[in-house]
């Protein structure tokens, strides 16, 4: 494993950063989704808009998804992607903490 080049404190904070940015694009891509969704069962949107606009979200997600969900400290990206409460709390990488709390939880 590698010494990271931040202290832990900013690592943990840049961490929580990206990790709330993540969660409220997944919120206002799921509202878009369901709102052009809607619209589209609603005869209102047609699919000649709704589908690439459906394609461009994706494709935005999974932009951030590789561009934000990596360690601060090392740049590696952290795998799966957890939106909930159970998410990485070490890089796989360089093995820095990435949360606060109990240093011996591992």
């Known amino acids: 494993m590698t010494e990271p080049f931040l202290p832990p404190e900013a690592v943990q904070r840049e961490f929580q950063h990206r990790r709330r940015a993540i969660q409220s694009l997944a919120v206002i891509a799921a509202l878009t989704a369901t709102a052009i969704v809607s619209l589209l069962f609603l005869d209102v949107l047609n699919t000649r808009v709704a589908v690439p606009a459906l394609l461009v979200g994706f494709s935005y997600a999974v932009w951030v ?3 934000l969900w990596r ?4 740049g590696a990206h952290l795998g799966k992607l957890y939106l909930g409460l159970n998410g990485p709390k ?3 990488n360089c093995g820095v903490r990435l949360v606060n709390g109990d240093p011996d939880d591992t």
């Open 65 to 67: 998804n590789m561009r």
């Open 71 to 74: 360690c601060p400290a090392c």
């Open 90 to 92: 070490h890089c796989p």
